[in-house]
């Protein structure tokens, strides 16, 4: 986590739209693997992450990296459950 968001520091959404919204996306994945430590605020943070991510990645523009992002909001939110 700390490493993409130091990535972060770097790619941002206007200047590097694919690469920051790749992080964020994998940021959310790995606050969707930290389930156990700080349960719901990992999900929190995650869906914040991958909805920022579909700031970039839209049906239109990035369809299979929208479909990706759209699984793994799904399955965050069967977590949140």
Known sequence: ???F???LQVFACKT???DWAMTKTNLGN???NRLTV???DC???AILHYEEALQVYT???APHD???VQMNLATIFLDRM
């Open 66 to 68: 929208w479909a990706g």
């Open 1 to 3: 986590i700390r490493h």
């Open 30 to 32: 790995a606050y969707s």
């Open 5 to 7: 968001e130091a990535a």
């Open 38 to 40: 700080g349960r719901n």
């Open 16 to 18: 590097s739209p694919h």
């Open 43 to 45: 999900i929190e943070a």
């Open 59 to 61: 049906r239109e523009a």
